[in-house]
Nanobody
């Protein structure tokens, strides 16, 4: 059974930083492209950052480009999202997801999901 667990969320002031982590059991993350997604209240889930299985290719949403960095440590079976210069509009539930089929950084392309970790940025 696949289980994905996110951690590292919390409450931070605007301009601050957080690092999210994602680990998995029952799934070798180094075999899958992965991504971070977020969903704010009454908004659709959106792709924040995605990374290829090797880590060489990455994608960032325009809203986080230059502030967030996605990375993976395949030896530790862990995915990271370093978030700097956080803004109140970054407030959302953040999800880690993996896919085992062709696709892009769209939520619908990913089929393994964690339960999410809440990020709240105060102004």
């Amino acid at each position: 059974q696949v289980q994905i667990v996110e951690s590292g969320g919390g409450l931070v002031q605007a301009g601050g930083s957080l690092r999210l982590s994602c680990t998995a059991s029952g799934l070798n993350l180094d075999e899958h492209p992965m991504g971070w997604f977020r969903q704010a209240p009454e908004k659709e889930r959106e792709g924040v950052a995605c990374i290829g299985w090797s880590g060489r290719s990455t994608y960032y949403a325009d809203s986080v480009q230059g502030r967030f960095t996605i990375s993976r440590d395949n030896a530790k079976n862990t995915l990271y999202l370093q978030m700097n210069s956080l803004k109140p509009e970054d407030t959302a539930m953040y999800y880690c997801a993996a896919r085992d089929r062709p696709g892009n950084c769209d939520p619908s392309a990913h089929n393994y999901w964690g339960q999410g970790t809440q990020v709240t940025v105060s102004s």
